[in-house]
Protein backbone atom coordinates (compact mmCIF):
# COMPACT_ATOMS: atom_id res chain seq x y z
CA UNK A 1 0.00 0.00 0.00
CA UNK A 2 1.03 3.62 -0.98
CA UNK A 3 0.35 7.03 0.58
CA UNK A 4 -3.58 7.77 2.01
CA UNK A 5 -4.04 11.55 1.67
CA UNK A 6 -6.82 12.61 3.82
CA UNK A 7 -6.82 16.13 2.99
CA UNK A 8 -6.57 17.27 -1.15
CA UNK A 9 -7.98 19.76 -1.88
CA UNK A 10 -6.90 19.34 -5.90
CA UNK A 11 -4.16 18.37 -7.69
CA UNK A 12 -2.26 18.52 -11.05
CA UNK A 13 -4.16 21.75 -12.53
CA UNK A 14 -7.68 20.13 -11.14
CA UNK A 15 -9.37 21.72 -8.65
CA UNK A 16 -12.15 19.68 -6.42
CA UNK A 17 -13.56 23.10 -4.91
CA UNK A 18 -14.14 24.29 -8.74
CA UNK A 19 -17.63 24.84 -10.07
CA UNK A 20 -17.18 23.19 -13.29
CA UNK A 21 -15.28 19.90 -12.06
CA UNK A 22 -15.89 17.21 -14.47
CA UNK A 23 -15.43 13.41 -14.47
CA UNK A 24 -12.16 13.28 -16.69
CA UNK A 25 -10.72 16.25 -14.54
CA UNK A 26 -11.09 14.00 -11.70
CA UNK A 27 -9.50 11.29 -13.53
CA UNK A 28 -6.43 12.81 -14.50
CA UNK A 29 -6.21 14.10 -10.81
CA UNK A 30 -6.30 10.64 -9.56
CA UNK A 31 -4.12 9.81 -12.28
CA UNK A 32 -1.47 12.11 -10.93
CA UNK A 33 -1.66 11.44 -7.46
CA UNK A 34 -1.38 7.55 -7.94
CA UNK A 35 1.68 8.32 -10.21
CA UNK A 36 3.01 10.01 -6.72
CA UNK A 37 2.29 6.99 -4.60
CA UNK A 38 -1.23 8.23 -3.34
CA UNK A 39 -3.28 5.07 -3.75
CA UNK A 40 -6.09 6.84 -2.05
CA UNK A 41 -7.63 10.45 -0.76
CA UNK A 42 -9.86 12.24 0.76
CA UNK A 43 -11.26 14.95 -1.49
CA UNK A 44 -11.65 17.74 0.67
CA UNK A 45 -14.45 20.70 0.13
CA UNK A 46 -13.56 23.78 1.66
CA UNK A 47 -15.87 27.30 3.35
CA UNK A 48 -18.46 28.48 1.03
CA UNK A 49 -21.70 29.22 1.02
CA UNK A 50 -23.93 25.72 1.74
CA UNK A 51 -25.13 25.35 -1.47
CA UNK A 52 -21.81 25.89 -3.25
CA UNK A 53 -20.79 23.39 -0.84
CA UNK A 54 -23.36 21.21 -1.55
CA UNK A 55 -22.77 21.34 -5.06
CA UNK A 56 -19.34 21.00 -4.85
CA UNK A 57 -19.43 17.70 -2.55
CA UNK A 58 -22.28 16.22 -5.25
CA UNK A 59 -20.11 16.87 -8.37
CA UNK A 60 -17.18 14.98 -6.25
CA UNK A 61 -19.60 11.93 -5.64
CA UNK A 62 -20.72 12.20 -9.17
CA UNK A 63 -17.14 11.40 -10.39
CA UNK A 64 -16.37 8.81 -7.41
CA UNK A 65 -20.01 6.87 -9.03
CA UNK A 66 -18.99 7.61 -12.24
CA UNK A 67 -15.61 5.59 -12.92
CA UNK A 68 -14.45 3.46 -10.95
CA UNK A 69 -10.53 4.18 -10.96
CA UNK A 70 -12.09 6.97 -9.09
CA UNK A 71 -14.15 5.17 -6.53
CA UNK A 72 -10.55 3.47 -5.48
CA UNK A 73 -8.13 6.34 -5.82
CA UNK A 74 -10.80 8.74 -3.91
CA UNK A 75 -11.82 7.04 -0.63
CA UNK A 76 -14.38 9.76 0.27
CA UNK A 77 -14.78 13.38 1.29
CA UNK A 78 -13.72 15.69 3.79
CA UNK A 79 -15.55 18.49 4.60
CA UNK A 80 -13.44 21.28 6.10
CA UNK A 81 -16.07 24.23 7.31
CA UNK A 82 -18.46 25.67 7.00
CA UNK A 83 -18.41 25.44 11.14
CA UNK A 84 -15.33 26.79 11.99
CA UNK A 85 -13.74 29.70 13.92
CA UNK A 86 -14.25 33.11 12.20
CA UNK A 87 -11.26 34.68 14.14
CA UNK A 88 -8.49 36.34 12.59
CA UNK A 89 -5.54 33.86 11.88
CA UNK A 90 -8.09 31.14 12.96
CA UNK A 91 -10.44 30.86 9.71
CA UNK A 92 -7.39 30.75 7.50
CA UNK A 93 -7.98 30.57 3.93
CA UNK A 94 -11.52 30.18 4.56
CA UNK A 95 -14.27 33.46 3.84
CA UNK A 96 -15.26 34.59 6.76
CA UNK A 97 -18.49 35.71 5.53
CA UNK A 98 -19.54 31.92 4.90
CA UNK A 99 -18.32 30.40 8.29
CA UNK A 100 -21.11 29.92 10.65
CA UNK A 101 -22.31 27.45 13.62
CA UNK A 102 -22.81 24.14 13.66
CA UNK A 103 -26.36 22.79 13.28
CA UNK A 104 -27.95 19.18 12.48
CA UNK A 105 -30.04 20.91 9.92
CA UNK A 106 -26.35 22.05 8.14
CA UNK A 107 -24.43 19.01 8.65
CA UNK A 108 -27.38 16.67 7.56
CA UNK A 109 -27.40 18.95 4.12
CA UNK A 110 -23.64 18.26 3.75
CA UNK A 111 -24.03 14.79 4.24
CA UNK A 112 -26.68 14.23 2.03
CA UNK A 113 -25.54 15.97 -0.59
CA UNK A 114 -22.22 13.44 -0.07
CA UNK A 115 -24.63 10.21 -0.46
CA UNK A 116 -22.96 8.10 1.96
CA UNK A 117 -19.36 9.39 0.75
CA UNK A 118 -18.45 11.81 3.11
CA UNK A 119 -16.10 10.62 5.69
CA UNK A 120 -14.20 13.33 7.71
CA UNK A 121 -15.66 16.93 8.94
CA UNK A 122 -13.50 18.96 10.45
CA UNK A 123 -15.05 21.69 13.23
CA UNK A 124 -14.76 24.13 15.20
CA UNK A 125 -15.22 22.82 18.93
CA UNK A 126 -16.83 26.20 20.11
CA UNK A 127 -19.13 26.75 17.23
CA UNK A 128 -20.52 23.33 18.81
CA UNK A 129 -20.29 24.30 22.19
CA UNK A 130 -23.08 21.48 23.54
CA UNK A 131 -21.00 18.50 21.11
CA UNK A 132 -24.16 17.98 20.17
CA UNK A 133 -23.56 18.15 15.92
CA UNK A 134 -20.45 16.41 16.72
CA UNK A 135 -22.34 13.31 18.41
CA UNK A 136 -24.87 13.49 15.49
CA UNK A 137 -21.81 12.92 12.97
CA UNK A 138 -19.99 10.43 15.01
CA UNK A 139 -23.07 8.28 15.26
CA UNK A 140 -23.42 8.20 11.25
CA UNK A 141 -19.69 6.91 11.35
CA UNK A 142 -18.28 10.49 10.19
CA UNK A 143 -14.79 11.12 11.54
CA UNK A 144 -15.19 14.42 13.32
CA UNK A 145 -11.71 16.54 13.44
CA UNK A 146 -11.16 20.05 15.09
CA UNK A 147 -9.27 22.16 13.18
CA UNK A 148 -9.68 26.34 12.51
CA UNK A 149 -10.66 26.35 16.09
CA UNK A 150 -9.28 28.38 19.26
CA UNK A 151 -11.34 25.79 21.83
CA UNK A 152 -10.50 26.08 25.63
CA UNK A 153 -9.81 23.02 26.87
CA UNK A 154 -13.19 22.35 28.45
CA UNK A 155 -14.89 22.82 24.62
CA UNK A 156 -12.38 20.12 23.49
CA UNK A 157 -12.95 17.77 26.36
CA UNK A 158 -16.94 17.92 25.61
CA UNK A 159 -16.16 17.69 22.28
CA UNK A 160 -14.05 14.57 22.49
CA UNK A 161 -16.65 13.55 24.69
CA UNK A 162 -18.86 13.67 21.71
CA UNK A 163 -16.47 11.53 19.40
CA UNK A 164 -13.96 14.11 18.60
CA UNK A 165 -10.88 12.24 17.17
CA UNK A 166 -8.63 14.00 15.10
CA UNK A 167 -7.33 17.38 14.43
CA UNK A 168 -6.61 19.00 11.18
CA UNK A 169 -3.46 20.45 10.62
CA UNK A 170 -2.09 21.18 13.98
CA UNK A 171 -0.04 24.36 13.99
CA UNK A 172 -1.57 26.00 11.16
CA UNK A 173 -4.99 28.05 10.99
CA UNK A 174 -3.88 29.65 14.06
CA UNK A 175 -2.40 33.27 14.63
CA UNK A 176 1.48 34.03 13.90
CA UNK A 177 1.38 35.37 17.48
CA UNK A 178 -0.60 33.59 20.69
CA UNK A 179 -0.36 33.65 24.29
CA UNK A 180 2.77 31.56 24.95
CA UNK A 181 1.58 28.91 27.06
CA UNK A 182 -2.40 28.68 26.89
CA UNK A 183 -2.52 28.41 23.17
CA UNK A 184 -4.35 25.57 20.66
CA UNK A 185 -1.10 24.20 20.12
CA UNK A 186 -0.35 23.77 23.59
CA UNK A 187 -4.24 22.84 24.84
CA UNK A 188 -4.62 20.18 21.67
CA UNK A 189 -0.87 18.13 22.43
CA UNK A 190 -2.13 17.70 25.99
CA UNK A 191 -4.27 15.69 24.23
CA UNK A 192 -2.64 14.12 21.68
CA UNK A 193 -3.31 10.58 23.26
CA UNK A 194 -7.11 10.68 22.59
CA UNK A 195 -6.85 12.36 19.53
CA UNK A 196 -5.00 11.40 15.48
CA UNK A 197 -3.32 14.89 14.58
CA UNK A 198 -2.48 15.51 11.25
CA UNK A 199 0.51 17.79 9.69
CA UNK A 200 1.14 19.64 6.45
CA UNK A 201 4.71 18.51 6.60
CA UNK A 202 6.03 20.47 3.73
CA UNK A 203 8.48 22.76 5.71
CA UNK A 204 6.55 25.81 4.77
CA UNK A 205 3.39 25.28 6.82
CA UNK A 206 5.76 24.11 10.06
CA UNK A 207 9.45 24.76 9.92
CA UNK A 208 11.02 21.17 10.54
CA UNK A 209 12.54 22.06 13.70
CA UNK A 210 9.18 23.28 15.09
CA UNK A 211 7.53 19.67 13.27
CA UNK A 212 10.41 17.66 14.57
CA UNK A 213 9.51 19.12 18.49
CA UNK A 214 5.38 18.25 17.53
CA UNK A 215 5.88 14.77 16.61
CA UNK A 216 7.72 13.77 19.68
CA UNK A 217 4.50 15.00 21.46
CA UNK A 218 2.15 12.71 19.72
CA UNK A 219 1.39 8.94 19.92
CA UNK A 220 3.13 7.12 16.74
CA UNK A 221 -0.33 5.72 15.93
CA UNK A 222 -2.41 9.06 16.33
CA UNK A 223 0.22 10.76 13.69
CA UNK A 224 -0.77 11.59 10.55
CA UNK A 225 0.49 13.17 7.47
CA UNK A 226 -1.61 14.96 5.02
CA UNK A 227 -0.76 17.38 2.24
CA UNK A 228 -3.66 19.65 1.66
CA UNK A 229 -2.92 19.69 -1.91
CA UNK A 230 -4.37 21.99 -4.12
CA UNK A 231 -4.71 22.33 -7.98
CA UNK A 232 -0.80 23.36 -8.12
CA UNK A 233 0.31 19.81 -6.90
CA UNK A 234 2.74 17.89 -9.09
CA UNK A 235 3.19 21.32 -11.45
CA UNK A 236 5.67 24.34 -10.69
CA UNK A 237 5.28 28.31 -9.68
CA UNK A 238 2.25 29.64 -11.16
CA UNK A 239 -1.55 30.83 -10.13
CA UNK A 240 -3.94 28.26 -9.23
CA UNK A 241 -7.27 28.52 -8.37
CA UNK A 242 -8.82 27.24 -5.39
CA UNK A 243 -12.73 27.35 -4.62
CA UNK A 244 -12.42 31.01 -6.62
CA UNK A 245 -9.80 32.62 -4.76
CA UNK A 246 -5.98 32.85 -6.66
CA UNK A 247 -3.44 30.82 -4.92
CA UNK A 248 0.39 32.27 -5.48
CA UNK A 249 3.10 29.50 -5.59
CA UNK A 250 6.08 31.08 -5.77
CA UNK A 251 9.90 29.49 -6.59
CA UNK A 252 10.27 27.69 -3.43
CA UNK A 253 7.22 25.97 -3.71
CA UNK A 254 5.10 27.79 -0.72
CA UNK A 255 1.10 28.47 -1.66
CA UNK A 256 -0.16 31.86 -0.50
CA UNK A 257 -3.63 33.45 -0.74
CA UNK A 258 -3.86 36.83 -2.83
CA UNK A 259 -3.24 38.90 0.53
CA UNK A 260 -0.17 36.94 1.90
CA UNK A 261 -0.92 37.17 5.66
CA UNK A 262 -1.94 33.45 5.44
CA UNK A 263 -0.99 29.92 2.77
CA UNK A 264 -3.46 28.65 1.16
CA UNK A 265 -2.84 24.73 0.64
CA UNK A 266 0.05 23.40 -0.56
CA UNK A 267 1.97 22.34 -3.91
CA UNK A 268 4.03 19.63 -1.90
CA UNK A 269 2.51 16.04 -2.18
CA UNK A 270 2.67 13.82 0.36
CA UNK A 271 5.86 11.28 -1.39
CA UNK A 272 7.98 15.14 -0.85
CA UNK A 273 6.77 15.37 2.30
CA UNK A 274 8.17 11.66 3.27
CA UNK A 275 11.49 12.61 1.77
CA UNK A 276 11.79 16.08 3.80
CA UNK A 277 11.15 13.99 6.78
CA UNK A 278 13.78 11.08 6.26
CA UNK A 279 16.32 13.05 5.11
CA UNK A 280 15.53 16.22 7.64
CA UNK A 281 14.43 14.96 10.84
CA UNK A 282 16.12 11.61 9.90
CA UNK A 283 13.04 10.05 10.40
CA UNK A 284 13.39 6.34 9.54
CA UNK A 285 10.92 5.03 6.66
CA UNK A 286 9.05 3.05 8.92
CA UNK A 287 7.63 5.47 10.92
CA UNK A 288 7.21 7.59 8.17
CA UNK A 289 4.83 4.55 6.49
CA UNK A 290 3.09 4.47 9.66
CA UNK A 291 2.36 8.40 9.64
CA UNK A 292 1.22 8.38 5.68
CA UNK A 293 -0.23 5.28 4.91
CA UNK A 294 -0.81 2.95 8.00
CA UNK A 295 -2.57 5.65 10.73
CA UNK A 296 -4.83 7.27 7.48
CA UNK A 297 -5.82 4.20 6.61
CA UNK A 298 -6.95 2.62 9.88
CA UNK A 299 -8.98 5.88 10.28
CA UNK A 300 -10.80 5.47 7.25
CA UNK A 301 -11.62 1.74 8.29
CA UNK A 302 -13.17 3.20 11.32
CA UNK A 303 -10.60 1.41 13.81
C1 LIG B 1 -6.67 24.59 1.27
C2 LIG B 1 -6.32 25.72 2.16
O1 LIG B 1 -6.67 26.85 1.87
N1 LIG B 1 -5.58 25.45 3.21
C3 LIG B 1 -5.15 26.52 4.12
C4 LIG B 1 -3.86 26.12 4.80
O2 LIG B 1 -2.86 25.99 3.83
C5 LIG B 1 -3.43 27.19 5.80
O3 LIG B 1 -2.35 26.69 6.54
C6 LIG B 1 -4.54 27.57 6.74
C7 LIG B 1 -4.29 28.81 7.57
O4 LIG B 1 -3.21 29.54 7.20
P1 LIG B 1 -1.88 29.67 8.11
O5 LIG B 1 -1.25 28.34 8.12
O6 LIG B 1 -1.08 30.69 7.40
O7 LIG B 1 -2.38 30.05 9.45
O8 LIG B 1 -5.75 27.86 6.01
C8 LIG B 1 -6.21 26.83 5.13
O9 LIG B 1 -6.57 25.69 5.82
Not at 28 to 56: E, W, Y
Not at 67 to 93: N, Q
Not at 153 to 179: K, R, W, Y
Not at 222 to 231: E, G, K, L, P, R
Amino acid sequence: MNHVDLQVNGYAGVDFNGNELSTEQVQHACDVMRSHDVDRCLATVITDSMDAMCARISRIVDAIEADSDIAKTIAGIHVEGPFLSPLDGYAGAHPKSEIRAATIEDAGRLLDAGRGHVRLVTLAPEQDPDGVTTRWLHDRGIIVAAGHTNASLDELDVAIDAGLSMFTHLGNACPSQVPRHDNIVQRVLSRASRLSISFIADGFHIPMMALGNYLQCVPEENIVIVSDAISAAGLGPGTYALAGQNVHVDADGAAWAECRTHFAGCATSVQTMAEKLRTELKIEEARIRTWTRTNPARLLAGK
